[in-house]
């Protein structure tokens, strides 16, 4: 089995053969989606940029067995750029029929990775029973920090430090329900979540799950409520 290594070095992809993997770039251009390219290009891994208009013509589980999503606002992944501000080939976004092909290529056995405002947008489109914590009642502020995270229960977190830092900015928390469609291998820490810089509201993430696996259909999609590769901080 090939391991990857990634996320503080301890984000792993374990497969009997090296997945094809595709990195989704829009053409609005996004920094996240650069230090991405950048994280696997440093490990060694081989990937496809894959285009809004490539999303759209469908069939993607012929082409890939991994898609990514840099982190991307809902609003940015279907709308993309507004018709009449660039070049019509760099006009808008994934669009329904984008959308609807990222879901079939789930259901029919792929793999979707999202990050933080991506996972959000996941959320919604495979109508997966999560609450997301950090928007809702009571005062919660992490504007840029790195926090504490522990592993959580399945092969995934296998390997990974007792305690992870990691780098959290206006981020994501999940309470996860009792369903076996569910597994958390990261989750922020119980206690002492703060490892260096400014939190308030410690205990409304704390213990919360800060990676998701949610089985869809045939595939899976994985939830980061941070960005793993952070300005290659993890790297």
């Known amino acids: 089995a090939i391991a990857l290594s990634w996320m503080a070095g301890e984000l792993i992809f374990r497969w009997t053969a090296l997945p094809r993997i595709a990195v989704y770039a829009p053409w609005s251009g996004t920094k996240n989606e650069g230090w991405l390219r950048w994280v696997l290009d440093e490990f060694g891994v081989p990937f496809t940029t894959l285009r809004n208009e490539g999303v759209r013509a469908g069939a993607l589980d012929e082409l890939f067995d991994v898609i990514v999503l840099p982190s991307l606002g809902g609003w940015s992944l279907d709308g993309g750029r507004s018709p009449g501000s660039v070049p019509e080939r760099y006009e808008r976004g994934l669009d329904p029929e984008g959308a609807i092909a990222l879901e079939e290529f789930v259901r029919g056995g792929g793999r979707l990775v999202t990050m933080q405002s991506s996972a959000t947008w996941a959320t919604e489109l495979f109508d997966l029973d999560l609450v997301e914590v950090t928007r809702g009642e009571g ?97």
């Open 139 to 235: 005062d919660f502020s992490c504007p840029g920090s790195v926090l504490r995270a522990v592993p959580g229960e399945g092969p995934l977190a296998a390997g990974l430090d007792p305690s992870v830092p990691i780098f959290f900015s206006r981020g994501l928390a999940w309470e996860v329900p009792d369903d076996d469609a569910f597994e958390t291998p990261l989750r922020y820490a119980p206690t002492r979540v703060l490892y260096s810089g400014f939190l308030e509201g410690e205990q409304v993430i704390a213990d919360r799950a800060a990676w998701i696996r949610a089985a869809y259909g045939e595939g899976c999609v994985d939830l980061f409520g941070f960005r793993p590769q952070y300005r290659s901080w993890s790297a």
